[in-house]
């Protein structure tokens, strides 16, 4: 299924959003000469319907924040179309674009420093009337102490400072500023993450009645899967640049087809102790996107990895060999750490013994049991183990390459058919089959 297909709304959107990408150039030398890039945002395609809310959601550093700017182009990308009732913003002159930017505008993660220090919430919110030459200074007023109302608080305070309100009041604030030039669509970067949960509930219920109110299209990002499942009418999950899940909140929600996402679903906090934490969900963090890992970006968390043909593992055993490779390729294996670590004071002078301690330390490091189920493949790690104590690091890279490489690193997954109505960039539905999980408890 291609993915412009997969990813849009049922209704005529109002964004269109394909293959968008921005890669920041990595330099060196005199001649700032380029040696990588950072692929923040990595071919993303996704629409919003007037009046839709639509999550873009996942940890920290997976690169909504770069999306949502390359949108609103307050970064340029570097490929692809963001069209806006149907003109593509990405080939604006500043004419079009100033036009544009009253029509998208954007709330921040912090209203502190969105404000300045010295002028009144009033003159605040009546600033992008000035800078878009609308009525005269007395009328700009009246329109923000109207605003000021619609968003729950006092017209009165249009004559206040920053400092004299509160985090969720100044998060109002910033939402009348934003209301005040009339957009049809909002990009709400993270609104209410500094906010504190009581006030949370507040302002997410007010983004919601004014987006009734006003037939607002909303871009909503958020790392926290429970708020965007209280907000949003459909998900965009990405990973490393890329979106993994895309689909109506219910679906997703009720049937996560990407294991990218259920482990993000079984982070969420829950009031249950035993449960609770991210434990049951993600290790490690988000592998730096100038140097991606191969195939599916997520193989090197994945707790569902394919496996390879010709071995039965049981898929935590071989999640703990996939580890093994995976700090073999990121970063190698610190064979003096280990050696120091069984108090071998040099290669020569280890004995048969103090090697296996060194293969069990191994084992322990990337969680792989003492005796893989399997035999056929205990005995290619059981090999692959010794090189490394030998310090034949290639051959074992090579050697367990051979062995048990899985699809999941040859080649990178489309957007496919899940069976479920929404679709996931997974090789666990290359043959079209829904994967049945258990619904996460929240
Ligand atoms: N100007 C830049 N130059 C180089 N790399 C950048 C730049 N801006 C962002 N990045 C990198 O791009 C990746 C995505 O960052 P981005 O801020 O978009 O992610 P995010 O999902 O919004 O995370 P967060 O919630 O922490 O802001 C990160 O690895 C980040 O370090």
């Known amino acids: 299924m291609s993915q412009q297909l997969s990813t849009s709304t ?3 959107p109002l964004l269109e959003v394909r293959n968008l990408k921005k890669h920041y150039p990595i330099t060196q030398g005199l001649l700032n000469k380029e040696v990588g890039r950072v692929r923040a945002v990595d071919g993303i395609s996704f629409d919003i319907a ?17 999306a949502a700017e390359s949108i609103l182009r307050l970064e340029d990308p570097t490929e692809g179309s963001v069209n806006f009732d149907g003109e593509d913003i990405t080939t604006y002159n500043d004419t079009e674009l100033k036009r544009f930017r009253r029509e998208a505008q954007m709330i921040f993660q912090n209203p502190d420093s969105s404000f300045d220090p010295r002028m009144t919430m009033g003159e605040s919110i009546s600033e992008p009337l000035r800078i878009h030459n609308v009525g005269p200074r007395e009328r700009r007023h009246e329109i923000a102490r109207n605003l000021l109302e619609r968003v729950g608080l006092n017209a009165d305070d249009a004559d206040r400072y920053p400092h004299e309100l509160s985090g969720g009041q100044k998060q109002r604030v910033a939402l009348a500023r934003a209301l005040v030039v009339n957009p049809r669509l909002i990009v709400a970067d993270e609104p209410v993450s500094a906010l504190d949960v009581s006030v949370q509930a507040e ?24 708020v965007v499942r209280e907000v949003c009418d459909r998900v965009a999950v990405m990973y490393l640049g890329k979106i993994v899940e895309i689909g109506d909140t219910e679906s997703l929600f009720e049937n996560p087809q990407h294991p990218y996402t259920r482990a993000l679903l079984r982070s969420i906090p829950t009031v249950d102790l035993d449960s609770r934490g991210i434990d049951a969900g993600l290790h490690g963090e988000v592998p730096n996107p100038s140097n991606p890992p191969s195939g599916c970006n997520f193989h090197s968390r994945c707790p569902e990895v394919i496996q390879p043909e010709g071995y039965e593992f049981e898929q935590e055993n071989w999640r703990g060999v996939m580890n093994l490779r995976v700090s073999m390729n990121e970063h190698g294996v610190d064979v003096d750490g280990l050696r120091e670590f069984v108090g071998v004071e040099d290669d020569e002078s280890a004995t048969a013994a103090e090697r296996e301690r060194m293969k069990d330390e191994l084992r322990r490091e990337h969680d792989i049991p003492e005796q893989l189920t399997s035999s056929a493949a205990e005995s290619v790690l059981d090999e692959a183990l010794d090189d490394i104590v030998r310090r034949n690091l290639d051959d074992a ?16 997954p489309d957007l496919m058919d899940t069976g479920t ?17 258990e619904p996460a408890d929240d």
Do not use: N, W
């Open 10 to 12: 049922a209704r005529e």
């Open 397 to 412: 890279r090579s050697l367990l390459a051979d062995e048990f490489e899985t699809v999941c690193e040859q080649s990178e």
């Open 421 to 437: 109505g929404h679709p996931a960039a997974c090789h666990l539905h290359a043959d079209g089959v829904a994967q049945t999980i």
């Open 203 to 226: 302002v997410l219920s007010l983004l919601q009645d004014i987006q009734d109110e006003f037939d607002l299209s909303i871009l909503f990002i958020s790392h926290d899967m429970s």
């Open 50 to 66: 007037p009046g839709e809310t639509v999550g873009l959601v996942g940890e920290s550093g997976c690169g909504k924040s770069t």
